[in-house]
């Protein structure tokens, strides 16, 4: 049972052991491990100690006594807003701890033999700063102004950031662009379901060509005043698309499925290698492309493909992937759940001139037994499932008996619950940490499993 503090404050002083697995300090308290975001291994520090269970104590980070060498200065909008875990560490040790957090994960839920030479190194982003190409920032009124951010972690409470250090700067700029017209022209803010108005600005930067696709989401597509904005904003140069995005209040998604185009095209173009991909509003995209480009690489090595492989690529969103190493084998067969996603992957290879990339929409689970029942063997089989894992497809995936499997994963749990189950008939060859997210605490993992 979780027991809150009450009104009692209880300062402890603490020594942090090692990192947790979402970024935050671990130390123990009274031989019970304590989590403390902010805290770095090997400090010194007091914290608050704010709920106790049986098996775990959350502190509150008051006072660094002993600071850590790697530690550095942050501003106080990211870590009050708890989506950078890792902005206050140097970014060689971010990339050490990186490979703690996986090395972590497998220990706790599947002890892999001879972790220290399976998990490489964490290969670095090429840029630490600037490196998204994509943010949704929430909107809200304060003191007559529109303002967007990021909520404090546990809260309701905006955050305000002019600024994202992570966010591409023509994102920044345009962001800033339509905070400003959106308060200039009076266009109605929503914060909850009962006003209508918009609700969050939303940007995509090609890393190309610099454009941008604004989108505005709203829980209406009845705004008084936007098109006002629109003529303001489309005159920057850089704007190529605009976007109104309607929600449903009652989902707990971002983007509701209808989009409007308000000005421009309904899409923008990145290119990754020599592959282009256009993305609407609503394609999953990887939000570092620079680092992209290393990760793709590093599937291509995994994967040593031969001219005659037919490759599987599960999970295969808007074709990235499998259009990246297609030129390097056969054919290449996608499958996502997400229709849109699959309209944008057969659009990517009419854009790249594709011969040999077919994509099927619906249940891999369901699709792959039908691929391979019309004769249709795989000898690669390359997955980049969401953070819930392969799920069902795991155990599915034996059958397929591809010679070789290259997972991209983008979650350390639930990668390590997967390789439990594929290495029954696969052996793990090694596992390439990738920082996508720097200052977060999230890794990337690329492994390279053959059959025994």
């Not at 809150?4 to 671990?26: A, H, S």
């Not at 995005?245 to 923008?268: F, K, P, Q, R, W």
């Not at 990246?324 to 054919?331: A, L, Q």
Request: charged letters at 30%; aromatic letters at 8%.
């Amino acid at each position: 049972m979780k027991k809150k503090n009450g009104g009692k404050k209880l300062n402890v002083l603490l020594t942090i052991k090692k990192i947790g697995i979402n970024g935050e300090g671990i130390g123990y308290y009274k031989k019970k491990i304590t989590f403390v975001k902010g805290a770095l291994p090997d400090e010194v520090i007091v914290c608050e100690i704010v709920e106790e269970t049986p098996k775990y104590i959350i502190g509150k980070l008051v006072k660094v006594k002993e600071p850590s060498p790697h530690r550095v200065e942050i501003k106080k909008e990211f870590s009050e807003s708890g989506a950078y875990g890792l902005a206050h560490v140097s970014y060689e040790k971010q990339l050490e701890y990186k490979r703690n957090i996986l090395l972590d994960a497998f220990d706790k839920y599947y002890r892999i033999p001879k972790p220290d030479k399976l998990v490489l190194k964490t290969l670095a982003s090429p840029t630490t700063e600037h490196y998204r190409n994509k943010n949704q920032f929430p909107l809200a009124v304060r003191n007559g102004r529109v303002i967007a951010g990021l909520y404090k972690e546990g809260t309701n409470e905006l955050v305000e950031i002019n600024e994202d250090i992570a966010l591409h700067e023509n994102g920044n700029k345009i962001t800033a662009l339509a905070k400003k017209c959106l308060g200039k022209y009076k266009v109605a803010i929503s914060t909850n379901k009962k006003n209508y108005g918009v609700k969050y600005i939303a940007t995509r930067t090609s890393f190309y060509n610099g454009d941008v696709q604004l989108t505005f989401v709203a829980n209406t597509d009845k705004i008084k005043n936007l098109d006002k904005v629109v003529n303001e904003i489309k005159r920057e140069r850089i704007v190529k698309s605009i976007i109104l995005n309607v929600t449903n209040d009652n989902d707990h998604l971002v983007m509701g499925s209808e989009n409007i185009t308000l000005y421009g095209a309904d899409y923008i173009v990145e290119k990754i290698g020599d592959i282009k991909y256009e993305l609407s509003a609503k394609s999953f995209f990887q939000l570092n492309p620079l680092a992209t480009k290393k990760l793709y690489d590093k599937v291509v090595e995994f994967a040593n493909l031969k001219e005659t492989d037919v490759v599987l690529d599960a999970f295969c969103g808007v074709g990235t992937i499998g259009q990246y190493v297609s030129s390097k084998c056969k054919e290449v067969y996608g499958v996502d759940i997400v229709s849109d996603a699959i309209k944008d992957a057969n659009d990517n290879v009419k854009l790249n001139n594709l011969t040999n990339c077919t994509y099927v929409a619906g249940d891999a689970n369901k699709i792959v037994p039908r691929w391979k029942k019309k004769g249709i063997n795989f000898d690669v089989a390359i997955v980049d499932p969401p953070r819930v894992g392969l799920g069902h497809l795991a155990k599915n995936l034996l059958n397929v008996d591809a010679k070789k499997i290259v997972y991209v994963s983008c979650n350390p749990s639930t990668l390590a619950r997967d390789l439990k189950v594929l290495t029954r008939k696969y052996k793990i060859r090694r596992i390439q940490p990738v920082d996508m997210f720097p200052g977060t605490a999230a890794v990337e993992a690329v492994v390279e499993l053959t059959r025994k």
